[in-house]
T-cell receptor
Framework: DTGVSQNPRHKITKRGQNVTFRCDPI?????LYWYRQTLGQGPEFLTY????????KSRLLSDRFSAERPKGSFSTLEIQRTEQGDSAMYLC??????????????FGEGSRLTVL | AQKVTQAQTEISVVEKEDVTLDCVYE???????LFWYKQPPSGELVFLIR??????QNEISGRYSWNFQKSTSSFNFTITASQVVDSAVYFC????????????FGQGTRLTINP
């Protein structure tokens, strides 16, 4: 399978615990994105990487959230001290480098977080 | 700020009917990019189309067609002769950047095609 892979697919945690999600993009893609989708809503942009550089962060990404892409390949999204409002689907996407980019984002199937 | 509105929350039609999904957008920028994505039950968003703000030509791809009208800030999506496999949530989105680094999505329209 050469698509975007996200793990775990489902995570149930208690309020106050830390969680980490991993995203493996399509190998030729140097851009990687994180979005959050709550029930019945469209995805909301969280952050974006080009290679290992985090180029933009949304105001939605509070201090409890941190995203990394240490070697410009896979990325992790960590949420510290989870709150019930963090319950959502966390979507990862990747795209081709500049010049080859048609604007199409390739999304993974998401990681669903439930905070009890 | 940019905004995308999909006023139709849910649509249900019988197979083979034509159906149009509405999308209205707001932006003060003159250069922007509009998108449609499909989200089947598996959850993975699938790209359908991108349209530049300076290209108002309508586009047809098989049973899918898109009507872009800058005068009404709309980018509507029509499925002709709908099929059960078209059942999904459809999202309209807008970006100010060609590379679509930061998409602003509408709330989505859940389309159900009944056999």
């Amino acid at each position: 399978d050469t698509g975007v892979s996200q793990n775990p697919r489902h995570k149930i945690t208690k309020r106050g615990q830390n969680v980490t999600f991993r995203c493996d993009p399509i190998s030729e893609h140097n851009r990687l994105y994180w979005y959050r989708q709550t029930l019945g809503q469209g995805p909301e942009f969280l952050t974006y990487f080009q290679n290992e550089a985090q180029l933009e962060k949304s105001r939605l990404l509070s201090d409890r959230f941190s995203a990394e892409r240490p070697k410009g390949s896979f990325s992790t999204l960590e949420i510290q001290r989870t709150e019930q409002g963090d319950s959502a689907m966390y979507l990862c996407a990747s795209s081709f480098p500049t010049g080859l980019n048609t604007g199409e984002l390739f999304f993974g199937e998401g990681s669903r977080l439930t905070v009890l | 700020a940019q905004k995308v509105t999909q006023a139709q929350t849910e649509i249900s039609v019988v197979e083979k009917e034509d159906v149009t999904l509405d999308c209205v957008y707001e932006t003060r920028d003159t250069t922007y990019y509009l998108f449609w994505y499909k989200q089947p039950p598996s959850g993975e968003l699938v790209f359908l189309i991108r349209r530049n703000s300076f290209d108002e030509q309508n586009e047809i791809s098989g049973r899918y067609s898109w009507n872009f009208q800058k005068s009404t800030s709309s980018f509507n999506f029509t499925i002709t002769a709908s099929q059960v496999v078209d059942s999904a949530v459809y999202f309209c989105a807008l970006s100010l950047i060609q590379g679509a680094q930061k998409l602003v999505f509408g709330q989505g329209t859940r389309l159900t095609i009944n056999p």
